[in-house]
DNA sequence: AGCAACTAACTAACCAGTTAGCAAAACAGT
DNA sequence: ACTGTTTTGCTAACTGGTTAGTTAGTTGCT
């Protein structure tokens, strides 16, 4: 590795830290150069703006995610577990993730929209084929299932709360969590909203976002 | 209402719209000046300083959130419904809730927590009385109905995806998957994942909501 | 007059992005 | 091997627009 890409991952890390903690707006080119022991203008040489640096870590990070993490269409709760395995062990990328969605800065949604489409069309075909419950919506379990599993990161507004179960207990119940949504159940007395499958379909768009009006 | 009063309400709100968008770090005392129609100087005087401004706020519609969600022990996939609904009612209300939650800024935990702690305790009695199945801890169960019924929010990371159910399919599909985690279920039979409820209590766990137990 | 509500203009600090140039290594010609 | 030249990697110091926060003063009502 030359001694300019040794610069360059030193400014990536650096940039990482200072974005996962930060945000875009918050953070501060010069505490990056600081922190990559570095002078401030080669980050606008290697990267060009402070946006651009911004995107470039994201998408270095979300194409990790997708290695370490493949999806698992025939075992969802078992995908489920390693999605919190991972949002556990990696909490500054889900800080990231949390950021730019907030900040509207870095557009990059071909891959994440086309992985969530996968998903969605892997579930619906388990659905089919009767390894999947029936009863919710494909995209719904998707994200469902990440919501779920990555609820108790510190970047998410509910995952804050003081005192949690053991992590072991907390993977273990995320499991099973997930498991009893996915499973097919037999009942039918117990489930009185097949139709609401058969709606899914999106049809007419409500006015009002408020489905259930009756506060 | 004084004329003064008006010109607080008026920065509050403009307020609350400008921080929903930018975040405290990213938001602009000078905008919302200008959204509120009055002099910058007035925020400095009503409200010492932009963190502070962007403290009361966050408190003003937290406060909100508690009146018009009261917690319902008993009806636990209702009160999913309830928040769903909110969520969908109020984006900014949500994205103002993320921002806190990543800029560590305004701390407000008191009355959070404390509601966090009630909501478990009142699942931990329904488990008790056999109304609430015991086979998830009851922070566990607290967290993830707050994950789910929000999980569709665009302030939340896997909210923004594409395509998405329509709204009361949503709906129906956030409240039937509470009333699937939390009905106590015969099972036996149908829950193979009983093992792992072993697993869970960390010990000899018969009855007691094993999974709770140890934080 | 006196007070409450408000305003225009200012200030000091900050911060993304730039400029101009240094030092050493690689390279070429002789 | 020696010298001049070019390239690579880097730095210190600067710039100009922006921004939180301030000061000193105005308006209008009682």
Redesign the interface.
């Known amino acids: 590795m030359s001694k300019a890409e040794a610069t360059r991952e030193r400014i990536l890390d650096a940039a990482l830290e200072e974005f996962s903690t930060?945000?875009v707006?918050?953070a501060r080119v010069d505490r990056i150069a600081r922190k990559a022991g570095c002078n401030k203008n080669l980050i606008y040489i290697y990267f060009e703006s402070k946006e651009k640096l911004f995107t470039t870590v994201l998408r270095r990070h979300l194409a990790d995610v997708d290695l370490q993490m493949p999806f698992m269409p025939d075992d969802l709760p078992g995908f489920a577990g390693k999605v919190y395995d991972f949002a556990t062990a990696h909490p500054e990328i889900?800080?990231l993730?949390?950021?730019s969605?907030?900040?509207q800065s870095a557009q990059l949604?071909a891959t994440?929209?086309e992985s969530?489409?996968d998903m969605?069309a892997a579930v619906a075909d388990g659905q089919r084929e009767g390894r999947v419950d029936p009863?919710?919506?494909p995209?719904?379990l998707?994200?469902?299932l990440?919501?779920?599993a990555?609820?108790?990161s510190?970047?998410?507004?509910?995952?804050?709360?003081?005192?949690?179960?053991?992590p072991?207990?907390?993977r273990?119940?995320?499991?099973?969590?997930i498991?009893?949504?996915v499973r097919p159940?037999?009942d039918g007395a117990?489930?009185d909203?097949d139709q609401?499958?058969a709606?899914?379909g999106?049809?007419p768009?409500?006015e009002t976002?408020?489905?259930?009006?009756r506060?």
Not at 172 to 177: C, E, K, T
């Open positions: 930060f945000g707006a918050g889900l800080r993730l949390a950021w969605t907030l900040e949604p994440r929209e969530f489409r969605a009863g919710f919506a995209e719904f998707v994200t469902t990440m919501a779920i990555t609820a108790w510190p970047a998410l507004p509910f995952g804050t709360s003081t005192r949690h179960p053991a072991e207990v907390l273990d119940n995320v499991v099973r969590a498991t009893l949504l159940h037999v117990a489930n909203a609401s499958f709606v899914t999106s049809g768009e409500p976002p408020g489905a259930g009006e506060l």
